[in-house]
């Protein structure tokens, strides 16, 4: 039977970047991906600051320039509650978050994922497509069966890598909980071109009656869009006028740039999905560990996905660079990442009760909210956690006494 130091479960942006980061040290990596084609899943093409910095630490940043990767230095943030012209006088410069990185760093998922899974091989990883995994054997002597065709392959190794997303087997297979909070309103996304007239380096966010969107440009007149709606809103933009709907959202008199969205074309499926956070206490067991969204993922309505698969990657990497490799090894990268993700999901819950709730009262909160940060800018150090990683704030930041304040309770 074949061996292998470690078999990567997943090959999307966390499995096969770690099996980049690897295989580029000499580890023998097999790397099994189920799909052959990747396809526009609408997620994972906004990298923070932060994150970019983390792909800089694990050597894939020029990679991922070179595969087109298109950076973001301006932002505004619109709103119902002020003018267009209040709202871009505030325009902020992304550039101040990460040192030496310009802003967000954007590239397309599918073309993401093929670039560091062909990246991966280059440097020496086993890579299998179409590889439907039968079993995942955790413990002292892990294993993985997988299918390739009508064929049966099984392999052992040293450590099982789980980078198969939300729905992980490897996670199942190691007995390792999984938490949810509750949904708290709808997401939906859609990959946009023909959006010329949209600024190429504007990222812009914005508020208005019963719709928060979300625009980050991929260059060439290519946008991804998001936008979120209330709950009880499910069948909002079902259906096959569901992508006209939706574009018709973005028309906002707040934002009035917005019609070079409204006005654009569709060039992917529109899918909606709920926002909330899931985590792990322990994202590793014997002969286990997990990255990515199989590790517990963080409210998409910050956008920090990449950002958190990336430093899951540096820290694991950096780990399996140690002869030890037991279950003790990692408990370090489970203290970090717990910390982590708390805080931001304190960021999520403030970000969706700022920008994703809807009414008089929210429209009024939000007002309030803009007029005292003014004055008082550690009332925005949520945003600052978002775009600079979680540990630029203090930690006085994530308490509920401060949530408080923000959100003008008393």
């Not at 039968?134 to 065709?149: I, K, L, N």
């Not at 890598?161 to 909070?181: F, N, P, W, Y």
């Not at 929210?362 to 600079?388: C, I, N, Q, Y």
Request: net charge negative; proline share 6%.
């Amino acid at each position: 039977m074949a061996r292998h130091d470690v078999i990567i479960v997943g090959g999307g942006i966390g499995g096969s970047a770690l099996a980049a980061v690897l295989a580029g040290r000499g580890v023998d990596v097999l790397l099994l991906e189920q799909s052959e084609v990747y396809e526009d899943r609408v997620r994972g093409e906004w990298i923070a600051p932060w994150g970019v910095s983390e792909t800089k630490r694990v050597g894939l940043y020029d990679v991922l320039m070179a595969a087109g990767g298109h950076h973001l230095t301006r932002h505004i943030t619109y709103d119902e509650s002020r003018t267009p012209a209040e709202a871009e006088a505030r325009t902020l410069p992304l550039s101040i978050f990460a040192p030496d990185v310009p802003g967000p760093l954007c590239i397309g998922n599918p073309h993401h994922c093929q670039t560091l899974f062909d990246e991966a091989v280059r440097r020496g990883a086993q890579g299998r497509r179409g590889a439907q995994v039968t079993a995942v054997q955790a413990g002292a002597s892990p294993r993985v069966s997988w299918m390739e065709g009508d064929v049966e392959h099984s392999a052992d190794c040293r450590l099982i890598v789980g980078a198969d997303g939300r729905t992980s087997a490897v996670r199942e297979a190691a007995g390792i909980k999984l938490h949810q909070d509750k949904p708290h309103h709808w997401f939906a996304g859609l990959l946009l071109e023909g959006a010329h007239d949209w600024p190429d380096d504007l990222q812009a966010i914005g508020t208005e009656g019963d719709f928060n969107f979300l625009a980050f440009p991929q260059g060439g007149g290519r946008v991804r869009v998001y936008g979120g709606y209330p709950l009880e809103q499910k069948r909002r933009f079902a259906g096959p006028d569901g992508a006209k709907a939706f574009l018709e959202a973005f028309r906002m008199d707040s934002a009035p740039l917005n019609a070079a969205l409204a006005d654009a074309t569709p060039a992917g499926p529109l899918l909606s999905y709920f926002n909330h956070d899931s985590w792990t206490d322990q994202p590793f067991g014997e002969g286990v560990v997990l990255v990515g969204d199989a590790a517990g993922w963080n409210d998409p309505i910050v956008g920090l996905g990449l950002s958190i698969t990336y430093r899951d990657v540096r820290i694991v990497s950096d780990i399996l660079q140690g002869d030890d490799w037991s279950p003790a090894a990692f408990a370090p990268y489970a203290e970090e990442r717990a910390e982590r993700m708390r805080r931001l999901r304190f960021a999520a819950s403030i970000t969706s009760a700022l920008d994703c709730e809807f009414g008089d009262e929210a429209k009024a909160r939000r007002r309030d909210h803009f007029e005292r940060t003014g004055a008082d800018p550690s009332l925005g150090a949520h945003g600052f956690a978002v775009m600079g990683g979680p540990e630029m704030a203090p930690p006085e930041i994530f308490t509920e006494e401060h949530r408080a304040k923000v959100l003008g309770a008393h």
